[in-house]
């Protein structure tokens, strides 16, 4: 499936009581950068999702290539010290836990096995080490339409559209992300983002005041870990 669908629409809403975005009073701030925060040292929030309706007998694309009926909910999301790990909820109740470390993407599943992927690039949407909001690494002036209200917080607001393609044609990547259509609100004074739609997926942030320390790395992900590195030490000691 679609990687940019299951970290967002996998890394937030169902946007129930968020009034409309509105229009604030007119003026020529614009941003500067840092655009959205990143890297910092300790942090935690969480991302809500709403999908779109399919209609009856369709099926989703949003949905999880794993099961055609899931879709993810809510993304539980703490880092500290250069480590981070994902809590994410599914629509059939399911839970799967997600940990970022030594540029190694760790993916625990039902049965206990862990799925390591390996991604040293800092912009990868899966680097959780390097970057809080990977999905916002689009996110800059060239895409900055204005500043709108959500929620009583001002925002600035960067649009995204991709250029129509055949059917031949790779799609453009932007910032790690399949290029589409998306709009971000990045609340002007914090700059941590407030809202973002990717397609027709709604995600609402939300930020707690401060993070804490991670709990201690299950003993399946600490393993994987482990033999990844062996194998990378061993790979090394046998080059020319």
Known sequence: MNKQ?????FLATGLTGLAC??????GDQKPVPPFVIQNRDSAAWEVKITHPKSK??????????DSR????????????NGMRRDIVTWSDGT??????SKGLELRGASSGHVAVIATNDPDSQFFGGYKDFPELAWVGL???SGIEVVGGK??????????????DEIPTEVGGFLADQRTAWIDAETLLPVRLLLG????????????SPLPRMPDQFGAAVDRIEGRLRRAKMYEP
């Open 200 to 211: 027709k997926v709604d995600h609402e942030f939300s930020h707690k005041a401060s993070g």
């Open 5 to 9: 669908h299951f970290y967002l629409g």
């Open 69 to 80: 009926n899931r879709l993810a909910e809510n993304i539980a999301v703490q880092i500290h």
């Open 95 to 100: 839970t799967t836990e997600m940990w970022f």
């Open 56 to 65: 009856a007998g369709e099926e989703n694309p949003e949905a999880d290539s």
């Open 21 to 26: 975005p509105s229009l604030a009073a007119p």
């Open 142 to 144: 060239k895409h900055f």
């Open 154 to 167: 001002a925002c600035f607001v960067y649009r995204y559209q991709s250029e129509p393609q055949s059917h």
